[in-house]
C-alpha cells in the first residue's frame, strides 16, 4: 500500500513518534484495558457501537488535552490510539460491506 524500503528523511520526528505510540499502545495491554483476556474495546466494537465509542473517545480526548492535567501528552497519545481503533472499525466495515 504505502512504500516500506524508501528512506525518508521525516520533518516532523515522526519516526521517534511512531515508536513512542507503539510503545504507548504495548504499554495499554498491560493495564487495566485488558485485564482479561479480551478488552472492553473488543466487545464494544463487535457489538457494533465501535464508530460512536471510537469518535466519542477522540473528541473527549481532545477537548481534554490542555485542561485536566495540563498540557497532557497523554491525552495526545489517547487521540491517536482511538483514532487507530477507528481505522480499524472503518476497514472491519469496509471488509463487511464487500461481502
Given at each position: 500500500?504505502?512504500?516500506?524500503?524508501?528512506?525518508?528523511?521525516?520533518?516532523?520526528?515522526?519516526?521517534?513518534?511512531?515508536?513512542?505510540?507503539?510503545?504507548?499502545?504495548?504499554?495499554?495491554?498491560?493495564?487495566?484495558?485488558?485485564?482479561?483476556?479480551?478488552?472492553?474495546?473488543?466487545?464494544?466494537?463487535?457489538?457494533?457501537?465501535?464508530?460512536?465509542?471510537?469518535?466519542?473517545?477522540?473528541?473527549?480526548?481532545?477537548?481534554?488535552?490542555?485542561?485536566?492535567?495540563?498540557?497532557?501528552?497523554?491525552?495526545?497519545?489517547?487521540?491517536?490510539?482511538y483514532?487507530?481503533?477507528?481505522?480499524?472499525?472503518?476497514?472491519?466495515?469496509?471488509?463487511e460491506?464487500?461481502?
Open positions: 500500500m504505502f512504500g516500506k524500503n524508501k528512506k525518508i528523511d521525516y520533518k516532523y520526528n515522526e519516526g521517534e513518534l511512531i515508536k513512542e505510540f507503539s510503545s504507548y499502545i504495548d504499554s495499554t495491554y498491560d493495564k487495566h484495558y485488558s485485564l482479561n483476556k479480551y478488552q472492553s474495546t473488543e466487545f464494544i466494537i463487535d457489538s457494533g457501537h465501535g464508530e460512536g465509542f471510537c469518535i466519542g473517545n477522540i473528541m473527549k480526548y481532545a477537548q481534554r488535552y490542555g485542561k485536566k492535567d495540563g498540557r497532557n501528552r497523554a491525552d495526545l497519545l489517547k487521540v491517536l490510539h483514532g487507530l481503533f477507528m481505522l480499524h472499525v472503518h476497514d472491519k466495515a469496509e471488509k460491506a464487500k461481502k
